[in-house]
């Protein structure tokens, strides 16, 4: 098995703005990477896929999880019209 390469990030905070977070969101170091993570899906830096991976959990958790964050899905207006074609591509045609 392929040894993970891992990203760590530090950087210092005042001691008393740590305590106040600390005790208001627990473990700041997860904290702070689903933040960057969040930031980065909003932006269109990585894909929910991406963020799933990086949460260790699935796309359809992952989805749920932005949801209760109150991120919604990135799904634009190109996306739908490719998710139409590649349907219509794939289903046939039934009459109306």
């Given at each position: 098995m392929a040894a993970q390469n891992n990203m760590s990030i530090k950087f210092e905070l005042p001691k008393k703005i740590e305590d106040d977070l600390r005790g208001e969101l627990g473990d700041l170091n997860q904290a702070a990477k689903e933040a960057l993570l969040i930031e980065c899906y909003r932006e269109g830096r990585i894909s929910i896929g991406y963020l799933a991976?990086?949460?260790?959990?699935?796309?359809?958790?992952?989805?749920?999880?932005?949801?209760?964050?109150?991120?919604?899905?990135?799904?634009?207006?190109?996306?739908?019209?490719?998710?139409?074609?590649?349907?219509?591509?794939?289903?046939?045609?039934?009459?109306?």
């Open positions: 991976q990086a949460l260790a959990m699935g796309v359809i958790e992952a989805d749920e999880w932005l949801h209760k964050r109150g991120v919604p899905l990135n799904y634009t207006h190109e996306d739908l019209r490719a998710d139409v074609e590649a349907l219509e591509r794939i289903l046939p045609r039934t009459g109306r």
